[in-house]
């Protein structure tokens, strides 16, 4: 159920619609935009129809009452009557008019190797840096990530370069460390449905990345981004990586058709990964393009300063040597695309002038 404030509502009429809804033991999740404020009420089927017995069409303040038609609630764009939701994370915006482009290696390796992509990623004018402690491997005899020293590089790289830092939690008990340095925790495609990960994310208030599962439906995503969003945290990006199709000429078919559907579904943010969709550097410039030409918010993308010798998705790294030419780029297809992108290093040319 979603309740629609009038323009004029005051502060002490939508604090008792909300302590209304939450004494008919459902949950209020208030989302104020540019011009109302809108108050979902989340329960479950039997406290829906409690607050569907509330009256609340007649309280002072309120416009309408609107059922929310989906089975995510405060995922759909519905709740937020089609105004996209815009996030700020370390002073970057991402979502509605902004562009994100977010690089990094797959995973820390060292000191060396960290902090040189961080200046490079910095030096180009993307907007924050990506990197694994923990990283979900298929095989157990892969390396694993460098754990807590790898976090420690992290925020190293983030104290150099200013730039926020985007890495992986994968299991619930390396939470506190991650938050020391995450300013963005990711979700990686095959936590995409550990259910009680999601919900305590939520919990924690942080930025999240939430990757789609390799076999996931727009729907399955959604439902899950709702996981994190049901618990209080609003601040969820959507990212589409590649699914598993019968198709094997690349590692996952990257599916661009995500961007402007789940735009139309949703208000969150949608970021592609073209890396680990095309697991070949060739193809990540183009795909790269293509996610920005069809409106994605952002772009993340592996950069190593040696991909041959990477621990971990070398053959898709892109170098970083012509990293800073790939971002002017990828910062036109997205001005094409409507996104405002202002010149982010010095002897960029101005995006959309090409
Ligand atoms: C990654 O971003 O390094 C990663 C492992 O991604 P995914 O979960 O999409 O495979
Ligand atoms: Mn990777």
Known sequence: ??????????????????????????????????????????????????????????????????????PYKLASSQFRHGEPTVLEIGGRKVGGEHFALIAGPCTVESREQVLASADVVKAAGAAMLRGGAYKPRTSPY??????????????????????????????????PAVLEVADVIQLGARNMQNFPLLAEVGRAGRPVLLKRGLAATLEELLMAAEYILKEGNPNVMLCERGIRTFENAYRSTLDLQAVPVLKELSHLPVIVDPSHAAGRRTLVRAMSLAAAAAGADGIIV????????????????????????????????????????????????LAGAA
């Open 302 to 349: 592996e950069v190593h300063p040696n991909p041959d010798e990477a621990i971990c998705d070398g053959p898709q790294a892109l170098p970083t040597d012509t990293f800073a030419e790939y971002v002017d780029v990828v910062h036109q297809a997205a001005a094409l695309a409507g996104k405002n992108i202002a010149p982010t290093r010095i002897g960029a040319p």
């Open 142 to 175: 892969s390396f694993q990530g460098l754990g807590e020293e790898g976090l420690k590089l992290l925020a190293e790289a983030k104290a150099q370069t200013g730039l926020p830092v985007v890495t992986e939690l994968m299991d619930a008990r390396d939470l």
């Open 1 to 70: 159920m979603m309740i629609v404030m009038k323009e004029t509502a005051s502060d002490q009429e939508i604090e008792a619609v909300i302590s209304k809804i939450e004494r008919a033991g459902a949950r209020a999740h208030s989302s104020r935009g540019e011009r109302v404020t809108v108050i979902g009420a989340i329960g479950d089927v039997e406290q829906d129809e409690n607050v569907a017995t509330l009256g609340l069409e007649g309280q002072p303040g309120v416009d309408r009452v609107v059922p929310i038609l989906k």
